[in-house]
């Protein structure tokens, strides 16, 4: 006999309980680094915002978690947790997406929103689509906006990836590998007793390096506190990595990455301007596609963006997808008149980075 689906809102992390090991599992099973609850609940720890209520929609089949919508209400709108560091995606058992979709709809709409935000891959299941279809009383989407995803294969082994680059790449890389041995640079992970210096020095990398072209979005202290955080629980499994690359003992570099199952994600990236001709960030990553090859890891997202050293490294091509869902009802007039505004700004912040980067 099958046992029907039943939905639950979960308002805050302690009511949690068992669920946070079974939604822990569901995130490395579907292999979504981000969807991972020590990500999402250390950024609303530290960066949610003032007067944001949590909103998390559980599915289980029994006592078994099948679907959960990582969200918050803020100003009336559900948003991802995680939203401006890296957002959270709704998950699924594999294959039962549309099985579990109306019941996240019945749980997300039980808040009364004006409206459902969404951050997925354009791989990943099309829940924007699901929920529409799903929610009752009826509700619209729309793509709000679109980025480059590139990624890299490992399924074949780190050394297959390197063949697979021009000759003038592999000379490129080992001249630069050998320049950085030669002036005492060496790469290391975050352990336990370094990872708070490691993150401080990380982000402040990270932000310097960012500060002549319009400033990291990343400037709240808070962000420091959640990567130290997610590191406290996921370093010794090595889901969480600070990839450090050092010059005489001084970190000069660094590239933080988040892993569940065969995927790993390149999540952001900082360097010392005065080491630029070593190419931190390519030596980063290409140390980073070495390791996670060893580890077993078969596919990599180098995060999103158009960056010309990203293209230089990726194989394939994803894209970060958010999307709006507008339910029918009091506020709808309003919320598509918002949802324009917004498609507005996206598109304007999306040219000025192409230009940036070009």
Known sequence: ?????????????????????????????????????????????????????????????????????????????????????????????????????????????????????????????????????????????????????????????????LKGKSGSFRRENKRKHKKLAEAGGEFRFADAETLADDVSAFMRLHRARLAGQGGSSLTDAGVDRMLVEVGGELLASGRFRLLCMEVEGQVVAGQVLLAAGRELSAWNSGFDEAYAKFSPSMQCLIHALKDGSERGESRMSLGPGAQDYKYRLSDSEDNAVTHALLPRGGGYPLARARLASTQLRKRLAQELRSRRAS
């Open 1 to 161: 006999m099958s046992i029907a689906l039943s939905w639950r809102a979960v308002a805050t992390p302690q009511e949690l309980g068992e669920l946070r090991r079974q939604w822990d599992e569901l995130a490395v099973a579907v292999e979504q680094p981000f969807a991972a609850p020590a990500w999402a609940l250390a950024w609303w720890e530290q960066l949610r915002p003032e007067g944001a209520e949590l909103r998390i929609v559980a599915v289980h089949e029994g006592e078994q978690l099948v679907g959960i919508a990582p969200m918050h209400l803020t100003g009336g709108a559900l948003r991802p947790l995680g939203k401006g560091v890296a957002a959270a995606e709704p998950i699924a058992a594999p294959g039962r997406e549309a099985e579990v979709a109306p019941l996240l709809a019945a749980g997300l709409a039980a808040a009364s929103p004006s409206s459902v935000w969404l951050e997925t891959a354009a791989s990943s299941p099309q829940w924007a689509g699901l929920l529409t279809a799903s929610w009752p009383k009826g509700a619209r989407s729309w793509e709000v906006s679109s980025e480059p995803l590139p990624r890299v294969d490992l399924g074949g082994g780190y050394e297959a990836w």
